[in-house]
């Protein structure tokens, strides 16, 4: 499996500002991914992020209020502009390792332990 | 994008007791995961399962992928305490809705 840490674990904004989240990653991976979920609920793609290239958005998730950067195959980071009450969610960074089972090849996706971010 | 419905989404049963949770899909899965979530935590990858018809066991938690590889089963025996949380399935990055399970002692 792989391991991931996020930073920070969870923080507290004032609406208006903007949060950067940073998250790595024990090895290279093939593929980073951001997520976000309220709790209780599942998860929600945010975008797909490519290193060396833009990030690839999902729809209604757009690059000026979530920029992305992977600056290598580690590490990657997530800022919410622009913050508002209803950006109040938890964010998850995600990574995509290849696996086998017998002849066959897959990819597993392991995550971070998240992002609770309040903002008031 | 592929869909994922998951059922029940909420399931409350008496430790000892034992249920399957389900994940279905009108389109075939390359491959499925299971991940299991506590609260403040990240999900956490149960298993994947590849070929249809496959069986995979983890302690009291057996894991179906159909033989169509649209469905896919969680059965938990003798359920305990301990198994309280968000059970999701997930292909290809889409993941179902989630089944919240409470044990209760």
């Known amino acids: 499996s792989a391991v991931i840490s996020q930073k920070p674990s969870r923080d507290i904004c004032q609406r208006g500002t903007s949060l950067t989240i940073q998250c790595q990653v024990d090895s290279q991976v093939t593929m980073m991914f951001w997520y976000r979920q309220q709790p209780g609920q599942s998860l929600t793609l945010i975008a797909t992020?490519?290193?060396?290239?833009?990030?690839?958005?999902e729809s209604g998730f757009v690059i000026d209020k979530f920029p992305i950067s992977r600056p290598n195959l580690t590490f990657s980071t997530l800022t919410v502009s622009n913050m508002s009450p209803e950006d109040s969610s938890i964010y998850l960074c995600?990574?995509?390792?290849?696996?086998?089972?017998?002849?066959?090849?897959?990819?597993?996706?392991?995550f971070g332990p998240g992002t609770r971010l309040t903002v008031l | 994008t592929q869909l994922l419905e998951q059922s029940p989404q909420f399931l409350s049963i008496q430790e000892g007791e034992n249920l399957t949770v389900y994940c279905n899909s009108s389109s075939v899965f390359s491959s499925l995961q299971w991940y299991r979530q506590e609260p403040g935590e990240g999900p956490v990858l149960l298993v994947t399962?590849?070929?249809?018809?496959e069986v995979k066991k983890l302690k009291r938690l057996t894991f179906q992928f159909g033989d169509a590889r649209k469905d896919s089963s969680l059965h938990i025996t003798a359920a305990q305490t301990g198994d309280t949380g968000l059970y999701l399935c997930a292909s290809l990055g889409v993941f179902g809705q989630g089944t919240r399970l409470t044990i209760n002692p």
């Open positions: 399962v590849v070929t249809g018809g």
């Open positions: 995600s990574a995509l390792r290849a696996g086998t089972s017998g002849p066959s090849s897959y990819n597993e996706q392991f």
């Open positions: 992020a490519n290193q060396g290239s833009e990030a690839t958005y």
